[in-house]
């Protein structure tokens, strides 16, 4: 990508809703059911490989100890909600990568920041260390590969959202990344704002 990219104010909206499954409840009930979800898909002799974006996601995966196991790349800004939230999992990693990021935006050098850990196949945590983690499911989901017999999944947490026009609970998106869930994304992107 050779442009920051920023959400237009006028399509705000557009970027609340889920991508894929939501899974909708409390921390400690959405947390479940993805792993019996997955429990499911072990059994059914699928390799797993887990990306999360978002604090209390890599939170509820990491203190996981199924779960943890398939975690590939964890995104995180150490706030929740514009909080400070302190985040102590870095000895699960094998390396550790730092990068800015403002806030409604995404960085053009994300794609190759992501494109770089997917292919050196650690176990990777990205800290931003100054905006938000928030948009950048978008280029994660686009850099992460499609693998035959087995499952890439991309993870994030919903906020509620109980605007006028619609109501979201909030839970777990799990997005299962495969050809037409990327061709979701490249749409989505391309009605962003492209910034120098």
Known sequence: ??????IPKENRHSYAEPLDRLIAGTREDTIAQVENIFKDYIKAGLILNFYLVG???AQDFLSNEFLKAFVKICIIDEKTQRNQINMDFEGSFEEIVEFRNPAGTINKDCWEIFRNIINSNKKTLVKITEGEEDLLILPLILEIPIIEK???FAFYGQPPITDSKFKIPEGIVIVNVDKKIQEKVRRILSIMEKLS
């Open 150 to 152: 087995g499952g890439n």
């Open 55 to 57: 604090d209390i996601v």
């Open 1 to 6: 990508m050779e442009n920051n990219l920023r």
